[in-house]
């Protein structure tokens, strides 16, 4: 096995913002996913849509996408990039009790948007989180992924 470079780090071990000004501007795509995890009790009182604290899908989708286009101010070295498109879909799955959460990212840049699109699940699910522990203090946000990516030197599907 080849061992890899860390990119993000010199020859003499120093953390760096990847040069990318030589590479080509394509387009590309991301997929992240995550769960937000609810006890039964606060998945019948969203179901009753008796939330305090409003919608939740909307707010959730909202955040998820300002948290997209704030990633380079979130993330050190990671390129502030011009997006195109964010698309946030958040689905409850009331046989699991949990809200399942996909962001969809795209941009034409030299670099990707995998970023992006984790942040936008990250946040969306900690708004859920937010907006829903005044009824259940045991939410768990879990299984945070890239899910697929295309564009630049090599695509990735997680299978």
């Known amino acids: 096995m080849t061992e890899q470079k860390i990119s993000h780090l010199n020859s ?86 949990c809200y399942e959460i996909s962001a969809s990212t795209k941009t034409n840049a030299e670099t990707g948007v995998e970023m992006e699109a984790l942040t936008a699940v990250s946040i969306a699910a900690l708004t859920l989180y937010d907006m829903l522990k005044a009824i259940d203090k045991s939410i768990t946000i879990t299984d945070i992924k890239l899910v697929s990516k295309t564009g630049g030197k090599s695509d990735y599907n997680r299978k």
């Open 12 to 97: 003499q071990g120093e953390v760096q913002m990847v040069d990318v000004s030589l590479k080509s501007v394509t387009s590309r795509t991301a997929i992240a996913s995550g769960k937000v995890l609810l006890n039964p009790t606060a998945l019948e009182t969203i179901l009753k849509q008796k939330n305090p604290k409003g919608d939740l899908i909307a707010t959730a989708k909202i955040a998820g996408i300002m948290g997209a286009k704030q990633t380079s101010s979130l993330i050190p070295l990671c390129h502030p990039l011009p997006l195109q498109k964010i698309a946030i879909d958040i689905h409850l799955n009331q046989d699991n009790y």
